[in-house]
């Protein structure tokens, strides 16, 4: 009897557990995770337990998600899409997820980024985005990312990372950059002073390893200095078309023809070089006033000590002059005086 009742009540408690677990996913309800990778599965499966906060769906087969696709789990805080096969995101696909804080899509298929794709996950702290296709990253795409600490977006085809990103994920502390087709022309000159400061502040980051152009390919972006850089005071011509398809063009600066004023999707690429350099410039600024002020410092003491010099130089010789010439008078009576001295002597 008392068995009976065990079983019936470890039944009771185990039943919605069994009954909430999708087939060929694995639940498991202490941690509140479920493990549904590797099964071939070319959608999320239906059926997820609504507390889930673990979703694991690596090694599938998903290539497409509906806008709202994980709006059964909203609790969750981690979610795996590793090696899947997604081409592109809609943009509501992550909406809902409020409490989400990491996010897996290495080793997908994607190719470009809608910039309010992340917008609906307020409290992403880790999001990975290596080993796709990724060519270009809109600069507001990281809009909501205050909380971000850990971005990586290594082996993909970026020739280019705006300023304006990566200053939108003030927390990050680990960066992972490398594999991607970086093109170390002035418009990487913003991500260069950036790293410069991050890496300074205690960040951590991998290299980035020119790929173009050829004089620098090969090369450590951090190891060429500033000033070999020219200025670009124009939107890079092929960053415009940016689906790094053109990836051995040769930087040059071209000017901007003026119907190209108005195109809004330029703007993007409008020179960040003015405000990138503006750190570097006060530095210069204040170098320069101190220098200034040093060398006119040292010019002012030459200029007194000369003035003190010569005024002693003056004073000496002036009263040098005036002792010579009492003396001049003076010898005439002394020669007189010895003469006659001398005379009787
Ligand atoms: C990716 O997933 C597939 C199954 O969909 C698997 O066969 C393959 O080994 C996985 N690749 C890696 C690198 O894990
Ligand atoms: C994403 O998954 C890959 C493969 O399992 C792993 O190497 C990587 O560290 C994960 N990224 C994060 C941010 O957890
Ligand atoms: C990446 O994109 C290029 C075109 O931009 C395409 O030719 C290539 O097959 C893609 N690679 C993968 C792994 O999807
Ligand atoms: C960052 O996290 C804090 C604390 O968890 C939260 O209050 C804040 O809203 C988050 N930031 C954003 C942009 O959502």
């Avoid at 005024?311 to 010579?324: D, M, N, S, V, W």
Wanted: charge should be neutral; aromatic fraction near 6%; hydrophobic fraction near 35%.
């Amino acid at each position: 009897m008392e068995g009976e009742l065990f079983l019936l009540s470890s039944m009771i408690f185990l039943l919605p557990v069994v009954c909430g677990c999708p087939e060929g996913c694995r639940c498991h309800s202490p941690s509140k995770s479920v493990d549904c990778s590797r099964q071939g599965l070319a959608e999320v499966p239906s059926g997820l337990p609504p507390q889930t906060l673990m979703l694991h769906l690596q090694d599938n087969q998903i290539h497409q998600l509906p806008a709202f696709a994980f709006k059964s789990v909203p609790k969750l805080t981690t979610l795996n899409l590793y090696n899947n096969s997604l081409s592109n995101l809609t943009p509501g696909v992550f909406h809902g997820l409020q409490h989400l804080r990491i996010l897996n899509l290495t080793q997908n298929s994607l190719q470009s980024l809608e910039s309010r794709l992340f917008q609906s996950l307020p409290q992403l702290r880790e999001l990975d985005l290596s080993s796709n296709n990724i060519s270009h990253l809109p600069p507001s795409l990281g809009e909501h990312w205050e909380n971000l600490t850990v971005f990586a977006i290594q082996q993909n085809r970026l020739q280019q990372l705006d300023r304006a990103l990566l200053e939108s994920m003030p927390r990050v502390r680990r960066l992972s950059l490398k594999d991607n087709l970086w093109k170390c022309s002035c418009y990487l000159l913003g991500l260069k002073l950036w790293l410069e400061t991050f890496i300074y502040k205690g960040g951590i980051t991998d290299s980035v390893i020119c790929a173009t152009p050829d004089i620098w390919k090969g090369k450590d972006l951090l190891k060429i200095p500033h000033e070999l850089y020219q200025p670009c005071p124009f939107p890079s011509p092929d960053l415009e078309s940016s689906q790094g398809q053109q990836p051995g063009v040769v930087h040059q600066v071209v000017p901007r023809h003026p119907e190209s004023h108005s195109v809004g999707e330029r703007d993007h690429w409008k020179c960040e070089i003015k405000p990138k350099l503006r750190p570097a410039n006060l530095r210069h600024a204040v170098a320069t006033i101190v220098i200034t002020g040093v060398v006119c410092g040292i010019v002012c003491l030459m200029m007194l000590a000369a003035a003190i010099y010569g005024c002693t130089y003056a004073a000496i010789t002036a009263q040098y002059h005036e002792g010579h010439l009492a003396q001049a008078d003076e010898p005439v009576k002394t020669e007189g005086k010895e003469l006659f001295d001398s005379s009787p002597a």
